[in-house]
């Protein structure tokens, strides 16, 4: 079966969107670490979606990454604020995926829920 471009990008933004639910209802059992992933995963499905409507694929996190920082924060697309979003979260769930005895708190993850919302609908209003 064949996707349309629209078909991929509506579908990584739903994505996004699920998954910062799934981040919120993490958070009310105090899963940090786990919400730090889940808030990592709703930016990067946002920014993937953004690069399918530009027709880039980035293969790889790092990738991902880069291309964001070159792409939308040095271009002035996205205010430096919203970069730093997508970089904190983007270490934080390297540590608290792979570091060892890395445990976040509350305090060091429920800023990043609201931050996640407003860098999803940045990518939106991007997109649409």
């Not at 919120?24 to 899963?31: E, N, Y």
């Not at 983007?90 to 931050?115: C, S, W």
Request: charged share 25%.
């Amino acid at each position: 079966m064949t996707y349309s471009k629209a078909d991929l990008i509506k579908y990584r933004l739903e994505r996004a969107d699920e998954t910062l639910e799934e981040a919120k209802i993490l958070a009310q059992t105090k899963h940090w670490n786990t919400v730090a992933n889940r808030l990592y995963y709703a930016c990067y499905y946002a920014i993937l979606a953004f690069f399918a409507n530009e027709n880039m694929n980035p293969s790889t996190h790092a990738g991902v990454k880069t291309l964001f920082n070159q792409q939308l924060v040095k271009t002035n697309r996205v205010e430096i604020s919203v970069g730093r979003t997508y970089n904190e979260l983007f270490n934080k769930r390297q540590e608290g995926d792979y570091a060892d005895f890395q445990k976040f708190t509350e305090e060091d993850i429920t800023p990043l829920i609201e931050q996640t919302e407003v860098f999803i609908d940045k990518v939106k209003k991007l997109i649409i």
